[in-house]
Nanobody, 121 residues
Framework: QVQLVESGGGLVQAGGSLRLSCVAS????????KGWYRQAPGKQRELVAT???????NYGDSVKGRFTISGDNAKNTLYLQMSSLKPEDTAVYYC???????????????WGQGTQVTVSS
């Protein structure tokens, strides 16, 4: 099972930027779907951004035009560039890696421990 470790969270002022990183213990190219999710206090976990092995990217409606997902296969790292941050972006951000079952392997759905992002007004 792949281990994921997020970093880069912190306290920022509204309108500022922050870059989150997710380092995988294995090759990031082995994941079918990689992405970022977030969960605010008292709220359900929601999609932020995902990218497939084929390069298809989708964003949650609330972050379109402000956040960008990218990766560096050489470093086995997934990134989330966050710009024009708003107080409503305050949440714990989680990295995710998913691979469906194949003829030879069981499916897995791995999550990192999360990193806190707090945006002040």
């Amino acid at each position: 099972q792949v281990q994921l470790v997020e970093s880069g969270g912190g306290l920022v002022q509204a309108g500022g930027s922050l870059r989150l990183s997710c380092v995988a213990s294995g090759s990031i190219s082995n994941f079918n779907v990689k992405g970022w999710y977030r969960q605010a206090p008292g709220k359900q976990r929601e999609l932020v951004a995902t990218v497939t092995s084929g390069g298809t990217i989708n964003y949650g409606d609330s972050v379109k035009g402000r956040f960008t997902i990218s990766g560096d296969n050489a470093k086995n790292t997934l990134y989330l560039q966050m710009s024009s941050l708003k107080p409503e972006d305050t949440a714990v951000y989680y990295c995710n890696a998913f691979r469906p079952a194949t003829l030879y392997s069981r499916a897995y759905n791995s999550w990192g421990q999360g990193t806190q992002v707090t945006v002040s007004s």
